[in-house]
């Protein structure tokens, strides 16, 4: 028997070191949630504007070991190792698409040690390996997560052409983005700094209202307003991390964002074949 507490496999490395960066952008620390039933990571913002979460299922990875037992040698239902966003990003930066990782903590050890085997015939036998330092418990932020289950997406983009959209916004030094989400559209607003628009980009189509006001001598102009479902407002950090996100599928993903009203705005997106991106967003106090 393995003397594992813990090991996982991720083929196509490529998105895996992908999923990392993007947290990387959006916190300092990563905390996921192992289980007997997979990984999970959720964390907030200090401003809980953004919430991400990812899934691992151990289903959908080659293989999965988990080996936490208490005193009495009853399984822990779950543990929660805590690593900085750079050194975990550092450990992974090499893994390529043909490539994979192998993670695995050892008892009594302080280190998620992570080995990246290359994939290409010419470097078959390449295997590097990193010591990632487990740090001590840090309490995360509160959050509310939103629920979408069974709900069709308001609007789907594919993954490539919102990343570009973000890389023009960080080409043109914009510092901030406004999503409008309507019932079977999305516009984006990239907004320089003091908030003059620098680009529109629409999905879709936008809703409007139309409403008759009273003008001189009785005449009455026709006033047609965009009424979208909710609108919010994102920082920087969105901007460089979602420049990313087409990285996770290999281009071919979809995002699929969700609106209701009273309710955060969700983009859900496939990482690989193993496991799903999503980020939860609502609008940042004095936005």
Do not use: H
């Not at 030094?173 to 629409?202: D, E, H, S, Y």
């Not at 994102?234 to 087409?246: L, M, P, Q, T």
């Amino acid at each position: 028997m393995d003397d594992f507490l813990f090991k996982c496999q991720f083929l196509d490395a490529y998105s895996f070191r992908n999923i990392i960066a993007i947290l990387r952008e959006l916190f300092m620390n990563i905390t996921p949630t192992i289980s007997p039933s997979g990984i999970r990571i959720v964390q907030s913002n200090s401003s809980g504007s953004l919430l991400a979460k990812v899934d691992f299922p151990s289903s959908k990875l080659l293989e999965y070991v988990y080996n936490v037992t208490d005193a009495d040698d009853g399984v822990v239902p779950e543990f929660s190792p805590t690593l900085t966003s750079i050194d975990f990003f550092k450990a992974i930066k090499s893994g390529n698409k043909k490539d994979c990782i192998i993670m695995y903590i050892y008892p009594n050890q302080p280190d998620l040690v992570i080995k990246v085997i290359s994939g290409s015939s010419k470097l078959s036998d390449k295997e590097s390996c990193f010591f990632v330092p487990i740090l001590d418990t840090i309490e995360l932020y509160s959050y509310e997560e939103s629920e979408y289950l069974g709900c069709t997406p308001n609007v789907k983009i594919q993954a490539s052409e919102f990343s570009k959209m973000c890389t023009q916004l960080s080409a043109i030094k914009c510092t901030n983005l406004q999503l409008a989400i309507f019932k079977k559209g999305l516009r984006c607003r990239g907004l320089l700094p003091g908030g003059r628009v620098g680009t529109i980009t629409i999905w879709g189509s936008e809703d409007t209202q139309t409403t008759l006001v009273p003008q001189e001598g009785g005449k009455m102009l026709v006033q047609v307003t965009k009424v979208p479902i909710t609108e919010i407002t994102v920082g920087r950090e969105f901007i460089k991390a979602f420049s990313k996100v087409c990285n996770l599928c290999n281009n071919y993903g979809i995002l699929d964002f969700f609106a209701e009203k009273g309710k955060p705005v969700s983009i859900f997106c496939p990482i690989g074949t193993y496991g799903t991106f999503s980020v939860d967003l609502r609008q940042a106090e004095g936005k």
